[in-house]
């Protein structure tokens, strides 16, 4: 279920994150709503575009923009139980 989230003035200005497309941008803030308390998220490419992305066609798009948040540090992705599972690793910062 997605939830109303902030987004800190500090997003704006990190530099890691301004050299990612904006669809990586704008897929970190969207991540942050359908993320879970904790920050995690099922990163399975068709599921975030369903959630995230619901008018685009394809997820090959998102497939890329999770790749590229993935490195600069923003996610990390793992393997749990043979599902992929994200994780937005400032989440505790910037969420309460």
């Known amino acids: ?9 500090e997003f704006w200005q ?7 497309s904006e669809h990586a941008r704008l897929l970190a803030i969207a991540l942050l709503n359908h993320a879970d308390d ?3 998220f099922l990163a ?3 599921l975030v575009r369903a959630a995230c992305f619901p008018f685009e ?10 790749h590229e948040l ?3 540090g923003y996610i990390e992705v793992r393997e749990c139980s043979g599902k992929s599972v994200g994780f937005i690793c400032t989440f505790s910062v ?3």
């Open 70 to 72: 993935s490195s600069v």
């Open 44 to 46: 399975n490419a068709s």
């Open 1 to 9: 279920m997605a939830r109303i989230r902030t987004i800190k003035p």
């Open 14 to 20: 990190n530099e890691q994150l301004a050299q990612l």
């Open 94 to 96: 910037h969420q309460r």
């Open 57 to 66: 066609e394809h997820s090959k798009k998102v497939l890329g923009s999770l």
């Open 38 to 40: 904790e920050g995690y």
